[in-house]
């Protein structure tokens, strides 16, 4: 430490200024973090060995459906239903050129709402679809298989 | 006061350094898949008898058209079908109870061994 051993009256008074520093660096991270977590639902999404890029998908113009686990479809952040699906994606790609639809399902979700749900976005006339995942952690275990469905 | 007070840069660039970590696997990843049309897609499935459509079902097992395999051999499987062929373009299908995740570790599979058109189509057609 730099910090000299000095003795009683010398100091007196603690230095706050690197405390400043690391509290105003915290502020501007939670500045810029909190935007991002209320971004989308959260879904536990599958990991991946070979998955591209999407840059896209971080914009804030992108087409992101969401599938839980329990079958709730979300369009961004609010919560909507099946049948509303294809108009709303329609108003949303209506003057885009990039006509590709995200889709970030949980990994426990029934591939049969996930379908479902893809089928309603075909209708709106996409053809590009990306199956939003996360990049591979360096662990072989998979995940645990949800319940009632040993994945043996 | 003749050495320069280190201690506060350091914590400062730790704290960058860790915002950094946290910010850097959010750029989004994905698997790219197409929609096929159900009319073109039907008109493909007659013309081309070479269509592969892989087809997962419960409990780890996976289809290749009638053939048999699981997610160890999909792989192989795939990369020799599709060894000599010009148009690396295949469909995947899945039950309706499957879990989505074995289905999208198909796909991963798929785009692993080289196939770069991977349509989704459903079980309704």
């Known amino acids: ?152 | 006061m003749a050495e320069m007070n280190v201690v506060p840069l350091i914590d400062i660039l730790l704290v960058l350094l860790i915002i950094f970590m946290v910010i850097t696997p959010l750029t989004p990843k994905g698997l790219e898949t197409l929609l096929p049309r159900p009319n073109s897609d039907t008109v493909d499935r007659k013309t081309d008898a070479l269509t592969v459509v892989v087809q997962v079902a419960q409990g780890g097992k996976i289809k290749i058209n009638n053939e048999n395999t699981d997610l160890d051999r999909l792989g192989p499987r795939m990369e020799q079908i599709f060894k000599d062929r010009a148009e690396k373009v295949a469909f995947v299908k899945g039950d309706n109870d499957v879990v989505f995740m074995d289905v999208a570790r198909a796909i991963d599979v798929l785009r692993g061994s080289g196939i770069d058109k991977i349509g989704l189509i459903s079980g309704l057609h």
């Open chain 1, 1 to 152: 430490m730099a910090y000299k051993p000095t003795v009683g009256a010398q100091m007196s008074s603690p230095n706050v200024i690197p405390m400043a520093d690391i509290m105003l660096v915290l502020l501007i991270i939670f500045m810029v973090v909190t935007p991002m977590l209320t971004k989308g639902v959260s879904v536990d999404m599958v990991t991946a060995n070979t998955p591209r890029d999407m840059q896209d998908a971080d914009k804030d113009d992108a087409v992101i459906v969401a599938v839980t686990r329990d079958g709730k479809i979300y369009l961004g952040n609010t919560n909507i239903q099946k049948e509303d699906i294809t108009g709303q994606v329609k108003d949303r790609l209506a003057n885009r050129l990039d006509k590709t639809v995200y889709v970030r399902s949980d990994a426990r979700a029934k591939y049969g709402d996930v379908v479902a749900v893809v089928d309603e976005i075909r209708s709106a006339g996409v053809d590009q679809l990306g199956l939003l995942t996360e990049r591979r952690q360096n662990r072989e275990t998979p995940p645990p298989p949800p319940n009632g469905q040993p994945s043996t």
